[in-house]
């Protein structure tokens, strides 16, 4: 049986589909097969030699050591989807923030405490916080998946016309989206066209700082910026420069930092995106499905350092083995199988950047002397036989 080790508070639900699913729970296991986690930091974390799999509740990995796990032939999932809802709806609420400065009106009301005839005061001082309705304005989302999507979709319902740029785009994502959102060939239509943008895009190498001086160049004078995905998707020196002048009329950011703090038209909010029972719920029990069926059957689903791949099972044994993505390592393993006169009742290979995965269904069991020779190889960081 399966141990799994869970680390912060996991939502019940998430729990009951580990026992559901027959896999033993012990918050003080010391070499767990799974880890099921949130916002614990791994990163000098020691893992025992058994551990096949990190599950994050949750979407960012930066809490993960993901390239050492991935050269230890451990799989990293991520709960990508699960919390959409409430990101949409947090996306919604900061399309009125950017828009009408309600968070300084509350405040200002808030400060007449203990003050007579705030109704008049009220009336008479209520047109500082006025800002324009967001019916017929122009919102243009970089990044279309899972949330990106829902948002543009109800957007459309507020009376938005809506601009999506997204080159990596899913097959599951466009079916998703409403027809009349448009298509931007690249960012600069974005910039060009939209008085609200949206950036729901996951932070990288090649992401990072992607809203800077230059871009905010492009955009209409008043823009206003909604970045509920990663703080350093844009540049702050940047931004309070374009704050500054007026190109930028509010941002709302859901990652707060020293600098932006007390700035004039920042509106930050407490990384409240996934922030709701339904979402902590959802991804709980996704976590939980993605680890179980990767300890049962070595299949991956919103692998974060490995290929997606799923695979019925069929035949005795299941081979599964992560290796770098090199020529011939295929042909290697079958001819380790052949050897033995084992049939492949059916298999699948798929590659992630340098690193493949590969799973072998066989016709009857795997004798531990393959096994061996598999782990043996220079090119394979593990290996292991599913009965």
Request: aromatic share 6%; net charge negative; charged share 20%.
């Given at each position: 049986m399966f141990e799994v080790k869970t680390m912060n508070n996991i939502a019940q639900q998430g729990l009951d589909e580990l026992a559901a699913r027959g896999l033993t729970v012990n918050v003080e296991a010391e070499n767990p097969d799974g880890l099921l986690i949130r916002s614990a930091k791994l990163h000098d974390a020691v893992f025992g030699d058994k551990l096949l799999a990190i599950a994050r509740a949750g979407v960012g990995t930066d809490n993960?050591?993901?390239?050492?796990?991935?050269?230890?032939?451990?799989?990293?999932?991520?709960?990508?989807?699960?919390?959409?809802?409430?990101v949409k709806e947090l996306a919604l609420?900061?399309?009125?923030?950017?828009?009408?400065?309600?968070?300084?009106?509350?405040?200002?009301v808030k400060s007449m405490q203990g003050e007579e005839g705030i109704a008049a005061k009220v009336e008479k001082g209520k047109s500082a916080y006025v800002g324009p309705e967001i019916n017929g304005k122009t919102l243009g989302i970089i990044g279309l998946g899972a949330i990106g999507s829902l948002?543009?979709?109800a957007a459309t319902e507020l009376g938005m016309t809506v601009f999506g740029y997204d080159p990596y785009m899913s097959v599951d994502a466009a079916w998703r989206l409403n027809s009349v959102v448009r298509h931007a060939d690249d960012l600069d239509t974005i910039f060009r066209e939209s008085d609200y943008i949206m950036v729901q895009v996951h932070c990288n190498d090649e992401t990072r700082g992607m809203l800077g001086a230059e871009q905010?160049?492009?955009?209409?004078?008043?823009?206003?910026?909604?970045?509920?995905?990663?703080?350093e998707l844009v540049n702050d020196e940047a931004l309070i420069a374009a704050i500054d002048v007026g190109k930028v009329a509010?941002?709302?950011?859901?990652?707060?930092n020293d600098r932006l703090?007390?700035?004039?038209?920042?509106?930050?909010?407490?990384?409240?995106?996934?922030?709701?029972?339904?979402?902590?719920?959802?991804?709980?029990?996704?976590?939980?499905?993605?680890?179980?069926?990767?300890?049962y059957n070595g299949n991956i689903k919103n692998g974060v350092n490995l290929p997606n791949v799923s695979l019925e099972r069929a035949g005795v044994a299941r081979i599964c083995v992560i290796h770098k993505n090199v020529p011939r390592m295929i042909n290697r393993f079958l001819d380790?199988?052949?050897?033995?006169?084992?049939?492949?009742?059916?298999?699948?290979?798929?590659?992630?950047?340098?690193?493949?995965?590969?799973?072998?269904?066989?016709?009857?069991?795997i004798p531990a002397e393959i096994e061996e020779k598999i782990a043996a190889m220079q090119e394979v960081m593990r290996v292991r036989v599913i009965r």
């Open positions: 993960v050591p993901v390239a050492r796990c991935t050269e230890a032939g451990i799989a990293v999932f991520n709960t990508a989807g699960a919390n959409a809802e409430a609420c900061a399309l009125l923030l950017g828009s009408r400065d309600i968070v300084g009106g509350i405040e200002w948002v543009a979709n905010f160049a492009k955009m209409k004078d008043g823009v206003r910026i909604i970045n509920l995905a990663r703080g509010r941002y709302v950011t859901d990652f707060p703090v007390g700035i004039a038209n920042v509106v930050a909010m407490p990384h409240l995106g996934a922030s709701t029972p339904e979402s902590e719920e959802k991804c709980a029990v996704m976590a939980a499905q993605e680890l179980a069926d990767y300890l380790l199988i052949g050897d033995q006169n084992i049939n492949v009742e059916h298999m699948i290979n798929k590659p992630r950047g340098d690193v493949a995965y590969t799973i072998i269904d066989t016709g009857s069991d």
